[in-house]
Structure formats: structure tokens, C-alpha cells
């Protein structure tokens, strides 16, 4: 067996035969196999980025603010949260007359300042709550939630609460 394989091996027409022979199965695993696997995952990208497409205009509606990223290091502006808590709740389709709060003194350390806030929101859904408190969390990163106490509202419907937030923002 070892005796003809190398016959085989050393015969140029096998050479004659093997190289066209592999010549022509190229282009026809391009055609059957690779085209395929490329358009899909060619029209599997383009479904991904229109859906991407979407969820970026939806995040430019609800924030037009986050266009301006880029500038943040060189806008100074002040946090407040008068400022921050209705920006929000506009947002949220919160009513500013169901909003009050009240902030503390801004408490400078060697560390870094802090200040606190008491937000009360009342007539609130638990749904717009988190929405409200997610949105506030990713809008200012130096911003914590300490606290969160939600009360059922009486002689309204199941889902009306009053909620009490306290806040931190590290300076």
C-alpha cells in the first residue's frame, strides 16, 4: 500500500489533476458556503443596527441633553437640584405640583463636597418612580439614592403612592 501511494505521489499527472481539481472547488465553496453565511450575517447586522437606530432616537427624545457628552469636561455648569428633579419629572410626565423637595447645605470635606435632598412625590405609579430614579442615577453619576419609602396613597387607586427619596450628590 506504502509502495503505490508513493508511485501516486511522484507521477506528475496526478499533480495535473489535483491542482484544477482543487482550482474548482474553491470557487464552489465560496458560492455554496461562504456567500451564504456572509449575506446573513450581513442582513442580521443591518436588523441590529435599525433596532439600535431606534433605541438611539427614543434616548434623544426622552434626553436631548446626552448629544452634548462630549463637551461635559468643558461645561462647568453647576448641578442643582431644583434644576435636576423637574428636568426629570418632565421626563417621567410627572406634574411639578405633585414634586417638593428640600436640600441641605453643601458639606465640604477634604475628600470631596457633599450635599443632600428630600424629594416628595405624590400621586406616583411605581413604574414612573423607578423610571424617575433610574433616570436621575444615569443623568448625574456622582448622585446616590439613600433612601427610598413609599406609602400607599388613601382613597386612591392601588397604584398611587407617595414616595419620599433622599438623595447625595458627591461634588
Known amino acids: ?11 506528475p499527472v496526478f499533480y495535473y489533476l489535483l491542482i484544477p481539481a482543487l482550482i474548482a472547488v474553491w470557487p464552489a465553496m465560496l458560492w455554496f458556503t461562504y456567500l451564504p453565511k456572509a449575506q446573513a ?8 443596527y435599525k433596532e439600535a437606530e431606534k433605541k438611539i432616537e427614543e434616548i434623544l427624545i426622552l434626553d436631548p441633553d446626552r448629544v452634548i457628552i462630549a463637551n461635559v469636561g468643558k461645561d462647568n455648569k453647576e448641578f442643582s437640584y431644583a434644576e435636576a ?10 406634574p411639578a405640583s405633585n414634586c417638593s423637595h428640600s436640600t441641605g447645605a453643601v458639606i465640604k470635606s477634604k475628600e470631596r463636597n457633599k450635599q443632600t435632598a428630600r424629594i416628595t412625590i405624590t400621586g406616583i405609579s411605581i413604574v414612573k418612580i ?42
Not at 450575517?41 to 441590529?48: F, L, R, S
Not at 433610574?134 to 439613600?146: E, G, I, V
Open 41 to 48: 450575517a450581513q442582513e442580521k447586522e443591518v436588523t441590529q
Open 85 to 94: 428633579i423637574y428636568e426629570i419629572a418632565r421626563a417621567c410626565d410627572i
Open 130 to 171: 423607578s423610571r424617575f430614579i433610574s433616570m436621575m442615577k444615569l443623568r448625574w453619576k456622582n448622585l446616590q439614592c439613600t433612601s427610598l419609602t413609599l406609602t400607599p396613597e388613601k382613597g386612591s387607586s392601588p397604584d398611587k403612592w407617595k414616595a419620599d427619596i433622599k438623595f447625595v450628590y458627591y461634588y
Open 1 to 11: 500500500m506504502g509502495f503505490i501511494m508513493r508511485d501516486i505521489l511522484r507521477n
